[in-house]
């Protein structure tokens, strides 16, 4: 009899736990790539860790540099995670979260990139660290510089001839191969110093 009793309450409790984190997963944002303490932003020296894991990623031979070839099998395999939908092109909310771990609230972006690096054109504020909010504001112009057509999507194609682009703007000395310091040089530039925020008076 007590067995009887007991089970009907563990199969309530058991719904109610997975109730819960499913709850919790869904409160918790989904963090921003680079923010390695999951503190809303990015610092430089995150940035830079980041850089340098994505440059190791990529260089699959190890030889210290990063071809066109080497780059466009591991974005375009990035390209497969960012369609989450898997109908074969990316909207402006998949491209964007994969980087940012939110969608944009405007859909059209204000204006064109440029050549800044990377870390220095997110941080919009100077303040030595990307917020999320600045992140996908500068994920969604790349995202509009993208695509070619204006259809309002990613195809494969758009996106790695946006590949392209990127390759050519990282290869400073235009020899076809990407080394760590012109990855560098390109994602961070030299970074504003992290300003702090000042004590209040007692």
Not at 80 to 104: F, H, I, N, Q
Request: charged residues 30%.
């Amino acid at each position: 009899m007590k067995t009887e009793r007991i089970r009907p309450f563990l199969v309530s409790l058991c719904l109610m736990l997975a109730a819960a984190a499913v709850a919790s997963a869904a409160e918790t944002p989904a963090a921003m790539q680079g923010d390695a303490n999951r503190d809303g932003v990015v610092t430089c020296a995150e940035a830079k860790a980041l850089a340098a894991e994505r440059f190791a990623l990529i260089d699959t031979n190890k030889d210290g540099s990063v071809s066109m070839d080497e780059m466009e099998a591991r974005l375009t395999a990035s390209f497969k995670e960012m369609d989450t939908d898997r109908d074969g092109v990316l909207v402006v909310d998949e491209y964007v979260s994969y980087w940012c771990g939110a969608a944009p609230k405007a859909k059209k972006a204000a204006a064109k990139g440029n050549r800044q690096p990377q870390f220095r054109k997110m941080d919009l504020n100077n303040d030595g660290k990307i917020s999320q909010e600045e992140c996908v504001a500068v994920w969604t112009v790349r995202f509009a510089d993208a695509d070619a057509d204006r259809s309002g999507t990613l195809t494969k194609q758009e996106y790695v001839q946006s590949l392209i682009y990127w390759f050519a703007d990282i290869d400073a000395n235009h020899d076809s191969l990407t080394t760590a310091p012109e990855w560098t040089r390109y994602w961070i530039g030299s970074c504003a110093p992290e300003k702090k925020k000042k004590a209040g008076r007692k």
